[in-house]
């Protein structure tokens, strides 16, 4: 049987005439070692066929003597909305600052908001304070409209963001799978019996996901034909244009993303039918059946993608962002029948 001889650390040393603890940190992007002497040697690392031994790696990171849960920084989470609370009253924010918190806390960190709208605060004087803190990580939460650009010192800090409402700078970010939420959501009514499926999109909604959720509804309508499903999309919510709306076109289901127009659907089918039509959400909200996207997945999501960087010593804009794309869940409820 033959033997696969591992390049070791010592032979890139002797190759590079430096010790193997310059080479270690240099293959960790250490900033104790210069730019230029870090691409050198990962360069002559990478010509060498070196690879990390991931045993090696476990016992020394069991060695580095942290114990299970014990903290060892912290990750910012960063709000901009008017008032300091107002992400925490949205639908999908909580859940994802939740599964934030808990992946941080299973490595060691921990999770703590900052409000960028705090009076007298600017983004440069929020990265100052987090720099002068030593917070290495940054997660940039959803945003509320109009608010899609953000200048922090990125070059300080290893960052991601959830969803796409960060738009400037492109950073990595972790988002529901919105495309696949939708497209599920109206297979699975359409396996339920339902012939004829109305969508409400709001406008402003509909860019926040870059139109995933417009781009699945076109799908479907190219596989099952135009009276499989109709849209209508709405500049604000308003009960009279969606009543009209639903008068006109008659659908025998209705998928409506924002929760608040649940109730004004629910009166609207209830005109064009003694038993009403079906009614799915792209939300979790009780009573009623619909998409989970999952908000506390892309939360931990999120929280990998800014861990990952901190102990590869990546920091700034990345040069190729990266999408982790968390597919949503069906669940059942009273509000669409089951066969």
Not at 265 to 280: Q, T, V, Y
Not at 298 to 326: H, Y
Request: proline share 6%; aromatic share 8%.
């Amino acid at each position: 049987m033959s033997m696969t001889h591992r390049t070791t650390l010592k032979q890139i040393a002797d190759a590079a005439g430096v010790t193997a603890a310059t080479v270690s940190m240099a293959l960790r992007n250490s900033p104790r070692i210069s730019l230029a002497m870090r691409e050198r040697l990962q360069t002559l690392a990478a010509q060498m066929n070196y690879h990390p031994d991931p045993l090696i790696a476990a016992l020394a990171g069991r060695r580095s003597g942290r114990r299970r849960g014990e903290e060892i920084g912290t990750i910012a989470w960063v709000t901009a909305y008017p008032e300091r609370q107002g992400w925490y009253c949205t639908t999908f924010s909580p859940g994802a600052y939740a599964g934030a918190r808990a992946r941080a806390a299973q490595q060691g960190y921990r999770v703590e908001h900052f409000w960028l709208r705090e009076p007298g605060m600017t983004a440069r004087r929020l990265s100052e304070i987090l720099h002068s803190r030593g917070i290495r990580g940054v997660c940039v939460a959803p945003l509320p409209e109009g608010f899609g650009h953000m200048r922090l010192r990125w070059e300080w800090f290893s960052c991601a963001a959830v969803g796409y409402s960060m738009v400037r700078p492109s950073l990595h970010r972790a988002c529901p799978h919105q495309f696949q939420g939708m497209l599920h959501t109206l297979k699975t009514l359409r396996k339920r019996g339902y012939r004829r499926i109305g969508v409400a999109l709001e406008k402003r909604v509909s860019r926040i996901v870059v139109h995933n959720w417009l781009a699945a509804i076109l799908v479907f309508r190219q596989m099952h034909g135009a009276a499989s499903i109709r849209h209508f999309t709405y500049p604000t919510p308003d009960r009279a244009e969606m009543e009209r709306w639903i008068g006109q076109n008659r659908p025998d289901a209705m998928v409506v993303p924002d929760v608040a127009l649940l109730g004004w659907a629910r009166d609207a089918g209830r005109k064009i039918s003694p038993e009403g039509i079906g009614l799915a959400t792209l939300e979790r909200y009780s009573g009623y059946a619909g998409l989970d996207q999952r908000p506390e997945v892309v939360g931990a999501s999120a929280i990998d993608l800014v861990i990952g960087q901190i102990q590869r010593n990546e920091t700034g804009i990345p040069a190729d962002p990266k999408v982790v794309m968390v597919e949503g869940v069906w669940v059942d409820g009273p509000s669409v029948r089951l066969k």
